[in-house]
């Protein structure tokens, strides 16, 4: 039986959040996002064991607390960018895994992962010959920028989703997918669709935030409230 992996890979600086250390690392309830990050596969009896993906230079981790995490095993092989950390990741844990094995790559900066979302995307990718990500349905009406920042066009946006993550593949195709994509594909998803593959969506909602900028920071901590709330 195939069994289940969780990867984060976290070795970016998240430079778009003007912090004064990556953003992975920021305080959201008293913990770092990265722990909340973290939270759903550690809890999730599905999951066999947690992969954290950091830069080798990381001074950061040490600073926290983790204490907790007893499925986490942590790597410090992260690259320049994220495609070229979760291959790093998963090279790493060749001798750990088998090709029929899921991987579920999350992002480090998605702290509000719910266990029925979780729950949602195994059932729904667990005999996909290819595999899946949640999504979310594109709500807004988009707009493309022209010279000026002023609006080019609308683009419509029926049959557009949104990507989220985790991203759900056996590990064996994911490293293949990764190996010939090359370091700048921005998902998962993107290398396997380089295959000539297409990954299912799983339709996810805006509570799967991922904190990009600094007002982000609190809507997740509104989510996470609310959720401890119930």
């Given amino acids: 039986m195939s069994r289940h992996y969780a990867l984060l890979p976290a070795a970016g600086v998240g430079a778009r959040m003007n912090a004064d250390c990556p953003k992975q690392y920021l305080e959201l309830a008293g913990r770092p996002l990265l722990w909340h990050a973290l939270q759903p596969f550690e809890k999730h009896p599905a999951i066999s064991r947690v992969y954290v993906v950091l830069s080798a230079a990381d001074a950061h981790w040490q600073n926290h607390d983790w204490r907790g995490l007893a499925k986490l095993t942590v790597l410090r092989c992260g690259g320049a960018t994220r495609a070229e950390s979760v291959l790093n990741g998963l090279e790493a844990i060749a001798d750990a895994v088998t090709e029929q094995d899921w991987m579920l790559v999350h992002d480090a900066a998605r702290p509000c992962l719910s266990q029925a979302l979780l729950d949602k995307l ?69 290398a396997v669709e380089r295959l000539g593959l297409a990954p ?31």
Avoid at 124 to 145: C, E, F
Avoid at 158 to 185: D, I, N, S
Avoid at 215 to 230: I, K, N
């Fill in 200 to 230: 299912l969506l799983v339709e996810s909602d805006a509570s799967n935030l991922k904190v990009t900028f600094p007002h982000d920071l609190e809507v997740a901590g509104w989510w996470l409230g609310r959720c401890q709330a119930r």
């Fill in 122 to 190: 195994l059932a729904a990718v667990r005999d996909d010959a290819v595999g899946g990500i949640l999504a979310a349905p594109v709500a807004d009406t988009l707009k493309r920028a022209g010279q000026g920042q002023r609006i080019r066009e609308t683009v419509p946006r029926q049959g557009l989703w949104g990507a989220q993550t985790p991203q759900m593949f056996r590990y064996g195709l994911l490293r293949e997918a990764l190996r010939r994509a090359g370091t700048e594909v921005t998902d998962e998803a993107s």
